[in-house]
């Protein structure tokens, strides 16, 4: 069968690879949409160190079981459409034995640690999948970003009461956008350009600050009567969004840091103290986030294909990396479909 591989530093190609065979407990599922995250592009760009090359890409994955093996339960049928949980968990090691299984201390996420689902087929045990026949195929896929995004919503235990500054409007912040309207809280979303704040808006904030021309700390303070927002959550993984997120959220506020900074970041820690923040990471997603993606999407307004940007047919997924790596800054979501 066919898959796409990342050779090296900005060199991918479609190769051929050994068929998957499911053993008991396991699913084959035909992979029909696969969404690229930014773990993928840095993955193509050298700058991703949890991964050796060469590797499939790919974890946001959706498809269509085509065979199970043994001892499968009988509502996996072939046909019936599903959602791939990605991520691996030991189960003894502290994070495992706290129940926090998304941060798993030898997970091995699809696409990064393991190959991933660039590929026509895939073997995973039938506990990774949800199946799903409501959704539409392509929205399958985007259902792993956005709730690493609610994920981050329910670490900053958001609340209606609540303003959310959330930093970043690519993918895994739109999830934190939409995660925290419908905990019910007031978002306030900062990134560059129309495009993307539009977007937020369009997802339910109810404020956007454009930082290419717009001071984002005195809009902020503006917009929270000089107290700064309860939580921050940030999305985009640089120094100076790392330390404005401590600027800008309130005493006793909460900040939650998806994004990965690649390089040191310098604190004025005395605000960690004189604000008392409570000050969290957030990784992956949990089945109950998962499942709360499911249940928005499933209930939202309007068909979400406003975050796709670019759909690359499976035959030119040797194309998709390279354009989302020239495109990046007006990119959301890049998808291959089959």
Request: aromatic share 6%; hydrophobic share 45%; glycine share 10%.
């Amino acid at each position: 069968m066919k898959a796409l591989m990342i050779e090296g530093v900005d060199v991918c190609a479609i190769h051929e690879v050994a068929e998957p065979t499911p053993g008991p407990g396991e699913v084959l599922l035909a992979i029909r949409h696969v969404a690229l995250c930014g773990s993928d592009l840095s993955t193509f760009k050298g700058l991703n160190p949890l991964v050796s090359l060469p590797r499939i890409p790919g974890h946001e994955i959706g498809g269509e079981i085509a065979a199970v093996g043994e001892g499968v339960p009988a509502e996996y049928t072939v046909g019936r459409r599903a959602i791939v949980i990605p991520y691996t968990a030991c189960g003894t090691c502290p994070s495992c034995r706290k129940g926090r299984v998304n941060a798993c201390r030898s997970n091995r996420t699809l696409g990064v640690q393991q190959n991933g689902g660039l590929a026509e087929r895939i073997v995973l045990p039938h506990g990774k999948l949800i199946l799903n026949d409501t959704l539409a195929p392509r929205h399958l896929a985007l259902v792993e970003p956005l709730s690493v995004g609610f994920h981050a919503a329910a670490r900053g235990r958001v609340e209606a009461a609540d303003t959310v500054l959330v930093l970043g409007c690519g993918m895994i912040g739109m999830g934190a956008i939409a995660g925290s309207v419908h905990r019910g809280a007031t978002v306030i979303a900062v990134d560059i350009g129309e495009a993307k704040t539009g977007l937020a808006r369009r997802y339910g904030a109810a404020h956007t600050i454009d930082a290419a021309k717009e001071d984002v700390a005195a809009r902020v303070m503006e917009l929270t009567n000089g107290d700064g927002a309860d939580v921050v959550i940030e999305a985009v993984g640089l120094p100076a969004t790392f330390t404005q997120a401590i600027d800008l959220v309130s005493f006793a506020g909460r900040v939650v840091y998806i994004g990965y900074a690649k390089e040191p970041v310098s604190y004025k820690t005395q605000f960690f103290n004189l604000k008392e923040l409570d000050i969290m990471g957030s990784r992956n997603a949990t089945s109950e986030d998962f499942q709360a993606v499911i249940r928005y999407l499933e209930t939202l307004d309007h068909a979400p294909d406003d975050l796709i940007s670019k759909v690359f047919p499976f035959e030119e997924a040797d194309k998709a990396l390279p354009y989302w790596a020239k495109e990046r800054d007006t990119t959301v979501k890049v998808m291959i479909e089959r």
